[in-house]
């Protein structure tokens, strides 16, 4: 167990909805990346915060969003789902420490979505 | 950005064999080089890793060489077994930003 957590654990609905993904980060975490595993591809990287601010965006689509709330949990929301967005969405959670940032990166179990 | 080309795409070993998975990189900024195990709709799991500052790092069956100057980065698993059968990923970070580049993966299956 890595101490980060996502819910739901999988997530089935239809073309052209809108969903929410959750994640809460190992506790003391400040930073949230948000990454997107495709059935067959690698690791994608989506998005990341820091304690509360947007740090670095990669391939997100216009139709994704994301959120860090005070509490430091991050929530992902996909809107206008296409069946190509099926996918496994991984967040990871690391901190830094006073200006020394630890790099390791530890993963939540993952939201499986899948687009009918 | 950065690049991370990771081969072999698969690899089958017979149990008690070594295996070598190598990766490459782009950017000479990229300083610290994780390697996660994934098995089949799990996490990916952090089993080593190494910073630009090391040459090599050994935990158990599992050591990662990094060599700087051609800019590549290997995973060295001895005496495999069958638990080892999973996708393993390689990635490096670049500067400050901490986001993961990543690799293909390699899937690695252990014959018993």
């Known amino acids: 167990d890595s101490g980060v957590t996502q819910t739901p654990k999988h997530l089935i609905t239809a073309t052209g909805q809108r969903v929410t993904l959750r994640c809460s980060p190992r506790?003391?975490?400040?930073?949230v990346y948000w990454y997107q595993q495709s059935l067959d591809q690698g690791l994608q990287f989506l998005i990341q915060?820091?304690?509360?601010?947007?740090?670095a965006k990669g391939n997100i689509l216009e139709r994704f969003s994301a959120q860090q709330f005070p509490d430091l949990h991050s929530e992902l929301n996909l809107s206008s789902l296409e069946l190509g967005d099926s996918a496994l969405y991984f967040c990871?959670?690391?901190?830094?420490?006073?200006?020394?940032?630890?790099?390791?990166?530890?993963f939540g179990p993952g939201t499986r979505l899948t687009v009918l | 950005g950065e690049n991370v080309e990771q081969h072999p795409s698969t690899l089958s070993v017979q149990e008690g064999d070594s295996a070598v998975i190598k990766c490459t990189y782009s950017?000479?900024?990229?300083?610290?080089f994780p390697w996660y195990k994934q098995e089949l709709g799990k996490r990916p799991q952090l089993i080593i890793d190494?910073?630009?500052?090391?040459g090599e790092k050994k935990d158990q069956r599992i050591a990662v060489t990094l060599n700087k100057t051609a800019k590549h980065f290997s995973l060295h698993i001895t005496e495999t077994q069958p638990e080892d059968s999973a996708v393993y990923f390689c990635?490096?970070?670049?500067?400050?930003?901490?986001?993961?580049?990543f690799g293909r993966g390699t899937q690695l299956t252990v014959w018993p």
């Open positions: 190494i910073r630009s500052n090391v």
């Open positions: 506790s003391g975490d400040l930073s």
């Open positions: 915060y820091y304690n509360g601010e947007e740090r």
């Open positions: 990871a959670s690391s901190v830094d420490l006073d200006g020394r940032r630890t790099d390791t990166q530890y």
């Open positions: 950017d000479s900024a990229s300083n610290y």
């Open positions: 990635a490096a970070t670049l500067g400050t930003l901490g986001r993961l580049y």
